[in-house]
């Protein structure tokens, strides 16, 4: 598991948190539990690359695929036999309901990533390149898979999936929720090489993700936004479009 992470993610929720002792216990267990499945999927990884020697092209396709299968055979039993009250598509919203969620998944990725742009030019912070050093990013048709549909498929399986379903049978108020596993959410995405101010990027996104999952009772809203937040923050066009609007006196590649 990725100690500093949940180290960082159970001592802030002691320390900073509102509300009772209960609640925070409750967060600081289920927000372990899920470092704990995605560790345990990248054991097993381990393990099947040893033995198989995937290529290290495709490798983390097959990774994602394998998590993926995992963690949804994890997700059906503590849903049939624990209740954790999770599907798909969850209740049916009204129209103002399903408008602002539509426009979420549109305009938040672009507004959260362009601010965290401006944020970093302004300091002098490191911005997100590509491997080549470049701040344009073109898909192969294995990052699509794993950034586009298998990645966020996977990710909201355990936080939004698991990590709601399991704090809401605990009885965990919707706001504490909406925060702290949002919090718990970003941090398991450090060390990054962008620093920990990556924290702060994920944080907003995050946070909006557990609202959908909470409004509307389902995976769906949630999986198109993170669908769409990958797919806008990496995607050259629009990679190089936020550029222009939120970054444009950026002097590097």
Request: hydrophobic share 50%; proline share 6%; charged share 10%.
């Amino acid at each position: 598991m990725k100690t500093p992470s949940g180290l960082i993610t159970v001592v802030s929720i002691f320390c900073f948190g509102l509300d009772s002792f209960t609640y925070k216990f409750s967060i600081a267990i289920v927000s372990s539990l899920l470092y704990l499945i995605q560790n345990l999927n990248l054991r097993l990884w381990v393990i099947l690359t040893t033995h198989y020697g995937y290529k290290f092209e495709t490798d983390f396709l097959y990774k994602i695929i394998i998590a993926t299968v995992l963690t949804t055979i994890i997700y059906v039993f503590l849903n049939k036999f624990y209740n954790i009250n999770s599907s798909l598509f969850g209740r049916r919203l009204d129209y103002k309901s399903f408008g602002l969620m539509a426009i979420l998944v549109v305009l938040a990725p672009v507004i959260i990533f362009g601010l965290s742009l401006l944020i970093r030019d302004q300091f002098s912070l490191p911005i997100p390149l590509n491997s080549q050093g470049t701040r344009t990013i073109l898909f192969s048709p294995v990052d699509l898979l794993v950034l586009v549909i298998f990645g966020p498929i996977y990710e909201e399986l355990v936080w939004r999936g698991l990590g709601v379903g399991l704090l809401n049978r605990l009885d965990v108020p919707r706001k504490m929720t909406i925060i702290w596993l949002g919090f718990a959410f970003a941090v398991f995405h450090l060390p990054d090489p962008l620093g920990t101010f990556k924290i702060f990027e994920i944080w907003p996104g995050a946070m909006i993700l557990t609202w959908m999952r909470l409004k509307s009772g389902g995976l769906f809203w949630p999986l198109l936004f993170h669908m769409s937040a990958n797919l806008l923050s990496e995607y050259q066009p629009y990679r190089s479009l936020i550029f222009s609007i939120f970054a444009p006196n950026y002097s590097g590649p």
